[in-house]
C-alpha cells in the first residue's frame, strides 16, 4: 500500500537454466574467490549488510544470524539467479559473510496476501460484530485490517496498526459497511518503519487495554523487545502461537524497504495487517510483511511496538 518505489534489478523473464544455477548459488562455498569459512567482524557484518541494502533487490530479507555468524540473506520465489549473483558481487570481498535460503511465496506486506475463497468464508461470520480491543477487524474504504494495541497520549486515546494500511486510509470504522466510524489516521510511518496511529473521534466506542485470543482476552499490561527464541502468540480470532527467529530484519518490498522487523515461524491471512503479537501479557509487534497465506506459508516479519511508543510519548492502555 506504500508510495515509494524500490529499484529492483530483475529479468522478466527467468529461465529453467538460471532455476538451477539459483540453486548452486544458495548452496554454501564460495563466491568470488572468498571461502565461506572463517569468522567477520562486527564492522565486517555490518559492511556486508549495508552491500545487500545497496543492490536493492525486491523480494529479499536479511539480518545477522548469530548461529553462523554471518548475514542470512531471504531470497523469495521471485528472485531469479542473476540478482542473487547481483548482490555476491555487490558485497565484493565479504561475499563470503552472506548466507542465502530461498522462502517459498513472494514477500509482501500483510494487506496484499490472497485471500483464498475458505478463507474467505470462515471470516464473514467474524465481520458482523465490531469489537475494538486488539485482533479485532478494522475498515477503511477498500480496506480491511487488524487493530493492533489501544494506547493514549496526554489523555487523548489512540490505536497503533500496521503503517502500510494507514498510509492509504483517512476515516477508520468498526465494521465493513462503514457506518460506525472511530477516528482519523493522524500519524503514518512507512517504509522505512511499519506503523501508523489513529485516533478515537467516538466517544461511545469502549477500548479497553486487551487484545483477543480466540474466545478468551488478554490483559496488556506493558511491552517487551523481542529475542530469538522468544514465544509468543497472534492476537486475534485464530490465537496462533510463533516464535522469534530473528531480530533486527530488513525487507525489501515493491513499494519500499522496511527496517528493524523481527522475523517469525508464524503465517499470516489476509487482513491480518497491524494484527498484535504478545507474549504473556507483554505488547511485542504488529504484523507487517509475510511470504504467503496460511495455507502454504509460515513466516512471517514484524514492527516491534516499542518503536511505536517511544516515536510518538504513547502509553499502552
Known sequence: MGNLPATRVRSTVIAGALVALAAALLTPGSANGQSTAGTFSTAELKTAREAVLEADVTGTAWNVDPAT??????????VSAREIRHIRRTAGELAGALEFERIPGELETAAELRETAAETAAERADETEPFVKGGEYIYGIDTKASLGFNAAYNGQDYFITAGHCTNDVSRWYLDPSLTTYIGPTVASSYPGND???VRYDNSTIPRP????????????????EPRVGMPFSIAGYNCRAATVQAVNVTVN???????????????????DSGAASFTGNLALGLLSVGSATCTTSG???WQPVNEVLTAYGLTLT
Open 69 to 78: 555468524g554471518k548475514v542470512l540473506v531471504s531470497v523469495d520465489e521471485t
Open 209 to 224: 487495554g486487551t487484545v483477543r485470543c480466540g474466545q478468551n482476552e488478554i490483559d496488556i499490561t506493558g511491552s517487551i
Open 253 to 271: 518490498l515493491a513499494d519500499g524497504i522496511v527496517h528493524g522487523l523481527f522475523r517469525s515461524n508464524a503465517c499470516a491471512a489476509p487482513s
Open 195 to 197: 506503523y501508523g496511529i
Open 299 to 301: 513466516i512471517t516479519y
